[in-house]
């Protein structure tokens, strides 16, 4: 079974640095890109961003490039998502998905969420 | 970027329903455009990908059509377990874009 596991919620200050995680299992972790998803409180989807793990290759949205970074550690199937300088505007639900190449861009499999709060 | 545009925004029904959400590209996509199911506290969920292919394991009362620009989403007999917030995602250009969601409540 295909399966995404994120690190768990998060509790953090304007100004502080932080990681996510977000684990791949059942599947061949090299084959499949992993994008990040925002979720603000109430709101709708905002993709991110992606990395394919077999060469760190990134694309980034204009839009979040340049205060987040991804990466991943394929000794352990796992992708990074990071900030170092966190703010209040954050405050948001992060999913992580995978899916195929160009020509398979859906997302057909989903992290549970990591829920990070910014709050001085 | 390309702007997707979800309409209705929120929509009531009942049981049995057929309901219908479109979602509109401002430019042609081709048939690059799936639908997702999201459900309070919980990720999205593939339904439908490459505008009309029925994703695993998902039942065939959900359906997708539609091609360029314009695109449609259909269940053709509201369920319980189908009251949920639906959105499109463009995968034709960078950035991937999202519909703003359509919210399908109980009438």
């Known amino acids: 079974e295909v399966q995404l596991v994120q690190s768990g919620a998060e509790m953090k200050k304007p100004g502080e640095s932080l990681t996510i995680s977000c684990e791949g299992s059942?599947?061949?972790?090299?084959?499949?890109?992993i994008s990040w998803v925002r979720q603000m409180p109430g709101k709708g989807l905002e993709w991110m961003g992606r990395?394919?793990?077999?060469?760190?290759?990134?694309n980034y949205n204009p839009s979040f490039r340049g205060h987040v970074s991804m990466s991943v550690d394929t000794s352990i199937d796992t992708a990074y998502l990071q900030w170092t300088s966190l703010k209040a505007a954050d405050s948001a639900m992060y999913f992580c998905a995978r899916s195929g190449g160009v020509s398979e861009n859906w997302f057909d499999s989903w992290g549970q969420g990591t829920l990070v709060t910014v709050s001085s | 970027d390309i702007q997707m545009t979800q309409s209705p925004s929120s929509l009531s029904a009942s049981i049995g329903d057929r309901v219908t959400i479109t979602c509109q590209a401002n430019?042609?996509?081709?048939?690059?455009l799936n639908w997702y199911q999201q459900k309070p506290g919980e990720a999205p969920k593939l339904l439908v990908y490459?505008?009309?292919n029925l994703q695993t394991g998902v039942p065939s009362r959900f359906s997708g059509n539609g091609s360029a620009t314009d695109f449609s989403f259909t269940i053709s007999n509201l369920q319980p377990e189908d009251f949920a917030t639906y959105y499109c995602?463009?995968?034709?250009?960078?950035?991937?874009?999202f519909g703003g969601g359509t919210k399908v409540e109980v009438k």
């Open positions: 990395i394919d793990p077999r060469d760190s290759y990134t």
């Open positions: 059942g599947y061949t972790f090299t084959s499949k890109w």
């Open positions: 490459g505008a009309s």
């Open positions: 430019q042609d996509i081709s048939n690059y």
């Open positions: 995602h463009q995968y034709d250009d960078l950035p991937l874009t």
